[in-house]
């Protein structure tokens, strides 16, 4: 009887090892990020938009280009139609096998994201980024 429990738990440890192995497996260092759109939290309004002129879905949202590196613990915003630039820091505040959630601060803000994929309805899927930071909702796409 000690043998089966010795052997059921042993495979048990190896099983959740396992399992862990491909925890957080998508991490913000991973990609060069591309905005797909910023909505205001309140009344979830798009503001900016980087596909409005084609798509015309957000007749009134603000045409805008941005991307984001994040790079040991730095995170950098680049806002080329403004020439631009907006730095801060990240940090890992949790991980589970399909995304890995973050604490952000940029230029004195505090946020919080996580890097998961994303599923269409097509099967497709692409990670995805998507930031809650000072009552915006920024959404970005792996470039």
């Not at 429990?5 to 192995?21: E, G, K, N, R």
């Not at 805008?64 to 790079?71: D, R, T």
């Not at 613990?73 to 589970?96: A, F, L």
Request: with cysteine; net charge negative; hydrophobic share 35%.
């Amino acid at each position: 009887m000690k043998k089966i429990i010795s052997i059921l738990l042993l495979t048990t440890m190896l099983m959740l090892t396992l399992l862990a192995c491909g925890a957080g497996k998508l991490k913000i260092e991973d990609y060069e990020w591309k905005m797909r759109a910023i909505l205001h939290a309140e009344d979830n309004q798009v503001v900016y938009d980087a596909a409005a002129e084609e798509s015309n879905t957000h007749p009134e949202a603000k045409i805008i280009e941005m991307m984001l590196v994040a790079k040991d613990g730095k995170i950098t915003i680049t806002d080329v139609t403004n020439n631009t630039t907006y730095e801060g820091t990240y940090t890992v505040s949790g991980r589970n096998t399909q995304r890995t959630y973050y604490h952000i601060t940029i230029d004195g803000k505090s946020g919080y994201a996580d890097v998961s994929m994303t599923t269409y309805a097509d099967g497709t899927e692409e990670p995805t980024l998507p930031i809650t930071l000072d009552g915006y909702s920024m959404y970005f796409y792996a470039n």
